[in-house]
């Protein structure tokens, strides 16, 4: 109950012709959004932003869902990260007056060469420009992952974390109409418990797969 679907699905069903035979034949729950983003890392995140933003400029409605299967947004998100912000300028030109964790800025950049016995420093003015961090920021790729986070939803994007999807789901033309959430409840012999629950199969105009390379998805469909 916690998704809702689109006050105007007949109109996603004649853009999808062969959608109806996939709804008629299910037997899990079936949402309708105009994006689905599988994964809510930075880039994931920051597509669905953009989407939304350029949706709103132009005074049109669209609905867009991030699914994470973290049980939050940035818990699968580990890495330290020394940040260079033209992406977020682009983003948010005016991100500076926010909350946001960029706190710590680089203000001394070092490339050495380390031996068994010693280093050598190598001066800037040799080095290509991408390896100068000066006026970069040393983050938690997480706490700003949760900002995005934050900030999608001040949008209207629907984030659900917790949601790992488990299948792609095709029409009968093998093109991508939407995701399939795993069941969740079932126990190491294969069996239903107590506690089980059906997946969700979230049907998109467009489904964004932002879950990294080693994804189960994108695996799957590259």
Known sequence: QMFKPLKHINKFYKIHNNLANIIKFSTKEQVSYDVITVG?????????????????SNNTEINICIL???SEIGSHILSGNVFETKALDELFPNW???????????????????????SYHIPSFLLP???????????????????????????????YPGFAVSEVLYDDNNRVIGVATKDVGIGKDGNKKDNYTDGIELLAKQVIFAEGCRGSCSEEII
């Open 68 to 70: 994470e299967k973290g």
């Open 96 to 118: 500076k007056e926010e909350n946001i964790p960029l706190n710590v800025k680089v203000d001394k950049d070092e490339f050495l060469i380390l031996t068994e016995n010693q």
């Open 40 to 56: 809510a890392g930075p880039a994931g995140l920051s597509a669905a932003i953009k989407l939304k933003q350029l949706a709103i």
């Open 129 to 159: 420009k991408q390896l100068n961090n000066h006026d970069n920021y040393i983050i938690s790729l997480s706490q700003l992952v949760r900002w995005l986070g934050t900030k999608a939803e001040e949008l209207g994007i629907d984030i």
